[in-house]
Each structure stands twice: as structure tokens, then as C-alpha cells.
């Protein structure tokens, strides 16, 4: 069965480092998204991505994030100056359009 | 924009018994209501989901049913075993985009 695949699967940063990190979205998917869970509560849409360009972003998602699809198979955020509140599990996503949302495994986010 | 409200946080059954879950959304127009199941330290698994032009779906142990005018959908588990003990999480989409997500609920199936 496809998966999204995400690295790092924990990645440990000092406040105010940027951070990048990175999803392969299963191969046929034209939707990309990005979603945050901070520890104990629910799923968080964070911002998402279709032709080349974010089709939609949430509050949460500011001027700190960016999203960026590189080449034809990476999906990346990138938080520019994190913080602590910026700590939290961040799943990758993809779907077709209203089929075959997936999620990735997911990059365990700690600032210190 | 869409808010999903989730009961209850928390579920304890006996093994064998059943579980319900349920979700109200606030957009009429959202046409997509996905169900996961999320282990701990896991990602969200879809489990079942169901369109707003069909009234009930049915996967073996699990079924969800969706009331449109009422504007919500519940999760059933029937038979309840030791492994369904997870994290559930409704969700609803429209167009296609965004899931937004209820704030789930803790099953435990006490054996």
C-alpha cells in the first residue's frame, strides 16, 4: 500500500533555529497538506498546497512558516525562527481530490 | 468557518459491547466526514468514511451514519475487542481540502 513518508521522525532544535521538514507525498497525489498535533489534542490544518501553490492556510500557519515543493517528489516546511509553542508532532498528508487522504508517520518537533 | 464538536472525550466498554461515538459540524456544506483511529505516538489511520449523499456505511465491525439535516455523524463499533482501544478522531471536508478535526475521543475496551 502507498505511504507519505516523513524525515525526521524526531528532530530536537534550539528556540529561534530553523527547522525544514520533509515529506515524500504518495506518487499520484495532486494534495498536499500539512497538519500539527501538539501533545494530548486534537489535529490541526496548518496549510495546503495544489498546483504549485498554497490553496489554503489557517491562522496558525504566519509569516514563520513556508511551504515548498521543490522537486517533483518532496514537500517541505520550513519554520523559520522556532519557538517553543512551535513543539508538536507535524504530519504530511496527500490525497486525490476527496479520496485517499493519507497521512505520514508524522516528525516528533521538540524546541528547547 | 467549520467547527466539529466530538462526545464523548473519553469511552469505556466492556469487551464485546459497543461503542458510539458522535460528531456535529457547523457548515452545511461540508460534504466529506472521514473517521480515524490514532495509536499512540501513531498517525491517524482512516478507518471509515462516509459522503454527504449516503445516510449510513457499514465495514464489517464498524458503520458510520450521517444525518445531514442535523448536521451529524456518529461512528459505531460493534463487538468491541481489547485492540479497538485507541484515540478516534471525526473530521469533516468540503471541497475537498482541509480536514478539520474533532477533538477525539479516548476508548478503552476493557477485557
Known amino acids: 500500500e502507498p505511504e507519505v513518508t516523513q524525515t525526521p521522525s524526531h528532530q530536537v532544535t534550539q528556540m529561534g533555529q530553523e527547522v525544514i521538514l520533509r515529506c515524500v507525498p504518495i506518487s499520484n497525489h495532486l494534495y498536499f497538506y500539512w497538519y500539527r498535533q501538539i501533545l494530548g489534542q486534537k489535529v490541526e490544518f496548518l496549510v495546503s498546497f495544489y498546483n504549485n501553490e498554497i490553496s489554503e492556510k489557517s491562522e496558525i500557519f504566519d509569516d514563520q512558516f513556508s511551504v515548498e515543493r521543490p522537486d517533483g517528489s518532496n514537500f517541505t516546511l520550513k519554520i523559520r525562527s522556532t519557538k517553543l509553542e512551535d513543539s508538536a508532532m507535524y504530519f504530511c498528508a496527500s490525497s486525490e481530490w476527496q479520496r485517499g487522504y493519507t497521512f505520514g508517520s508524522g516528525t516528533r518537533l521538540t524546541v528547547v | 468557518g467549520e467547527n466539529v464538536e466530538q462526545h464523548p472525550s473519553t469511552l469505556s466498554v466492556q469487551e464485546g459491547d459497543s461503542a458510539v461515538i458522535k460528531c456535529t459540524y457547523s457548515?452545511?456544506?461540508?460534504?466529506?466526514f472521514p473517521w480515524y483511529k490514532q495509536e499512540l505516538g501513531k498517525r491517524p489511520q482512516l478507518i471509515i468514511d462516509?459522503?454527504?449523499?449516503?445516510g449510513e456505511k457499514k465495514d464489517q465491525r464498524i458503520a458510520v451514519t450521517l444525518n445531514k439535516t442535523a448536521k451529524h455523524f456518529s461512528l459505531h463499533i460493534t463487538e468491541t475487542q481489547p485492540e479497538d482501544s485507541a484515540v478516534y478522531f471525526c473530521a469533516a471536508s468540503m471541497g475537498g481540502n482541509k480536514l478539520v478535526f474533532g477533538a477525539g475521543t479516548i476508548l478503552r475496551v476493557k477485557s
Open positions: 457548515d452545511s456544506a461540508s460534504n466529506y
Open positions: 462516509i459522503r454527504s449523499n449516503v
